[in-house]
């Protein structure tokens, strides 16, 4: 049975005319699968490798330099919250911010909570110094939130 869905080897492969050569298109890839599964698995990697006429290894290289992929053992939450750590954002709260986040659902950054549903990420800069303290939930940008603000969004009652 194949790890990726039939819509998610349509996008990958809908991307390899879009970048100079398939080797490109691994990083768009891994987003691919772990936006639909929560995790990069390396039966996903065997088959990403296959669609792009690579290595397994080569994608797992790919992979592993970046630190936001995840693998099956420390899947992603259905909420991914980054807090940005940037000197602007902890002087103007963020690590106060991220203490009570790490409080009320008992996790570390980089940890997922007990329901699997908020995964909470550091995040060296998310490039909104005059909104500080600031988060991205997912894709989304947030400026100015308290932990009540983060938590009502990524609870999803935002």
């Excluded at 990726?4 to 080797?23: F, M």
């Excluded at 891994?30 to 995790?39: D, N």
């Excluded at 490039?127 to 999803?156: I, T």
């Amino acid at each position: 049975m194949s790890e990726l869905s039939p819509n998610a080897k349509k996008v990958i492969e809908d991307h390899i005319g879009r970048y100079p050569s398939k080797q490109a298109v691994t990083l768009p890839a891994l987003h691919v699968v772990q936006e639909e599964t929560g995790c990069v698995s390396n039966k996903a990697m065997k088959e990403i490798a296959d669609i792009l006429g690579l290595s397994p290894a080569q994608i797992h290289d790919t992979m592993s330099f970046y630190g936001f992929f995840r693998t099956e053992e420390d899947p992603v939450g259905k909420v991914r919250v980054w807090i940005c750590r940037s000197l602007p954002c902890m002087l103007r709260g963020g690590e106060e911010l991220l203490a009570e986040l790490c409080e009320r659902w008992g996790i570390q950054p980089g940890g997922t909570t007990a329901d699997g549903q908020i995964t909470l990420e550091l995040a060296e800069c998310l490039g909104a110094c005059d909104g500080a303290p600031c988060m991205l939930l997912n894709d989304e940008l947030s400026l100015r939130v308290d932990a009540d603000e983060v938590e009502k969004q990524a609870r999803g009652n935002g």
